[in-house]
T-cell receptor, first 113, second 113 residues
Framework: NAGVTQTPKFQVLKTGQSMTLQCAQD?????MSWYRQDPGMGLRLIHY???????DQGEVPNGYNVSRSTTEDFPLRLLSAAPSQTSVYFC????????????FGSGTQLSVL | SQQGEEDPQALSIQEGENATMNCSYK?????LQWYRQNSGRGLVHLIL?????REKHSGRLRVTLDTSKKSSSLLITASRAADTASYFC?????????????FGRGTQLTVWP
């Protein structure tokens, strides 16, 4: 099993550009989520999903869109990148939607110039 | 916000010593989790303690939970240089399904050889 796979690992964007961060898991987990990690801020939840076709907002959803068409994939879309979105992004999944440990990907370092 | 807060922000000890980190949170929870993050990597789950549990052990890790004080502690016994990492606590929002999982800002642990 590969676990949780995130691509790309690094990305540089110009302000206003759009892009999609990819996340895939091969553990048949129902729960998937996206976090951003900024220095001194810990991890903040952007969006999450408890199953295919079901998504909901986290703490900091503005400027990001998600969709969940399959159990395996949970892409995060930046609609119009801003310097404030410079961060490290982590995708995580869990086997349980009623409370279980998260499995994290290795992260995407995004810089918006 | 339900976000947990770890204390201290940074901890520096010698190999062989014990390391204690604390976490406080604000509202009722179903469970509390501790994660470790090595520099430049994703988070790795260490241990989960449910709200009806008071203490849990896993190898050199000991976690306590005091729901009346809304606090938890993580003890790492006989620390090793390889334990150098950031440690985060995470809490849910007390709902019946896993929706939002809130992370604190972490404790940076440095273990000197």
């Amino acid at each position: 099993n590969a676990g949780v796979t995130q691509t790309p690992k690094f990305q540089v964007l110009k302000t206003g550009q759009s892009m999609t961060l990819q996340c895939a898991q091969d553990m048949n987990h129902e729960y998937m989520s996206w976090y951003r990690q900024d220095p001194g801020m810990g991890l903040r939840l952007i969006h999450y999903s408890v199953g295919a076709g079901i998504t909901d907002q986290g703490e900091v959803p503005n400027g990001y869109n998600v969709s969940r068409s399959t159990t395996e994939d949970f892409p995060l879309r930046l609609l119009s990148a801003a310097p404030s979105q410079t961060s490290v992004y982590f995708c995580a999944s869990s086997y349980s939607i009623t409370g279980g440990s998260l499995f994290f990907g290795s992260g995407t370092q995004l810089s918006v110039l | 916000s339900q976000q947990g807060e770890e204390d201290p922000q940074a901890l520096s000890i010698q190999e062989g010593e014990n390391a204690t980190m604390n976490c406080s949170y604000k509202t009722s929870i179903n469970n509390l989790q501790w994660y470790r993050q090595n520099s430049g990597r994703g988070l790795v789950h260490l241990i989960l303690i449910r709200s009806n549990e008071r203490e849990k052990h896993s190898g050199r890790l000991r976690v306590t939970l005091d729901t009346s004080k809304k606090s938890s502690s993580l003890l790492i016994t006989a620390s090793r240089a390889a334990d150098t990492a950031s440690y985060f606590c995470a809490t849910d929002d007390g709902s019946s399904t896993l929706g939002r999982l809130y992370f604190g800002r972490g404790t940076q642990l440095t273990v000197w050889p």
